[in-house]
């Protein structure tokens, strides 16, 4: 036999050789929920995840940044919603703290703050609501672009609206000069299930398909990451990641700015309730999982994982 491609795949040395796709640390970003309050609580959706108080965040991410981890994503959970996200902006809220402290134990650690409205909103949608029950666009740019403004203010490196509402990108970019990593792509997805009980940001009525993408189309999503790239963004977010490898691989193609997957809550449950029951294997299926995100051409993957991944 001439051609016997198992020839390359005979030890480990050799399968090392020739692997096409690495994973290190710097890959990673690592996803922290910070909440008012002083204990750290477990997420129930989420094993082996916490919200965690400001009182412990930068010890948390100072570990996180030991492993070589470069990078952690910031969420919020207010103590208090109302119906113009409030929260979101206020000068002593509870990411702009969070980033604080963060940025004064570790100054070498990037922190991205997710820019979003429905963690502070009491009907839990990403934009302000009119009396027909329509989530508008114009108006929530207003509120989105004060949001970004004061997490840089606070010190975050990086901003990353998740909002889905047009235009945006373009806003914050007129007022803040920071990296934008824009969640470019984003799927109305039942894989943010885990992550709306984590984060208690559900919305009370309705879905938010007016403004997510719909899981079935692709070119819409070149025409959503071209605009980004346009209005000013510096990375482009695909989300969720595993079940839109194509979506990774078509956007990368397009586009010369780093490309970002996002292995959502509901990926992260999937592979931790299978191991729970003993039907995989949790570590591999951790690396195999990751692997595919970069092998599809993603330059970062945001994962739930990260810490775990990386723990020596
Ligand atoms: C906020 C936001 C969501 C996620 C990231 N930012 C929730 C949503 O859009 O409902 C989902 C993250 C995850 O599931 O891990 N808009």
Not at 127 to 139: F, M, R, T, W, Y
Not at 251 to 274: H, M, N
Not at 282 to 305: D, H, N
Request: charged share 25%; with cysteine.
């Amino acid at each position: 036999m001439i051609q016997r491609p198992r020839r390359l795949r005979q030890n480990r040395s050799l399968r090392e050789m020739v692997r096409e796709t690495e994973i290190l640390p710097r890959h990673l970003i690592q996803p922290l929920f910070i909440k008012e309050g002083t204990e750290k609580r477990p997420i129930p959706s989420m094993p082996g995840l916490f919200q965690w108080p400001l009182a412990l965040v930068a010890r948390e991410a100072a570990e996180i940044y030991k492993t070589g981890i470069r990078s952690v994503l910031l969420f919020g959970i207010p103590a208090k919603k109302d119906k113009k996200a409030s929260g979101a902006y206020a000068l002593d809220g509870i990411v702009q703290q969070a980033v604080a402290v963060i940025k004064e134990k570790i100054p070498e650690l990037q922190v991205i703050t997710d820019v979003c409205l429905c963690e502070y909103m009491d009907h839990g949608h990403c934009g302000l609501v009119n009396a027909k029950g329509e989530i508008e666009n114009d108006s929530s740019l207003e509120l989105i672009t004060r949001t970004a403004v004061s997490h840089a203010e606070a010190g975050a490196d990086i901003v990353a609206p998740s909002d889905m509402m047009d235009g945006r990108v373009a806003a914050i970019r007129s007022v803040v000069d920071i990296p934008i990593m824009s969640y470019a792509v984003k799927y109305a997805s039942s894989f943010y299930g885990p992550f709306r009980e984590a984060a208690m940001s559900a919305p009370a009525f309705g879905d938010r398909k007016t403004y997510q993408m719909d899981f079935a189309n692709v070119r819409e999503a070149l025409r959503e990451a071209a605009l980004d790239e346009k209005e000013g963004a510096d990375f482009l977010i695909v989300k969720p990641a595993l079940p839109y490898l194509d979506i990774i691989t078509k956007v990368s193609a397009q586009t010369s700015l780093p490309v970002v997957g996002y292995q959502v809550s509901g990926e992260y449950a999937q592979i931790v309730a299978a191991a729970q029951n003993g039907w995989l294997d949790k570590k591999q299926a951790v690396f195999e999982s990751l692997t595919a995100i970069r092998r599809a051409g993603a330059r970062l993957v945001i994962t739930y994982f990260a810490k775990e991944f990386c723990a020596i």
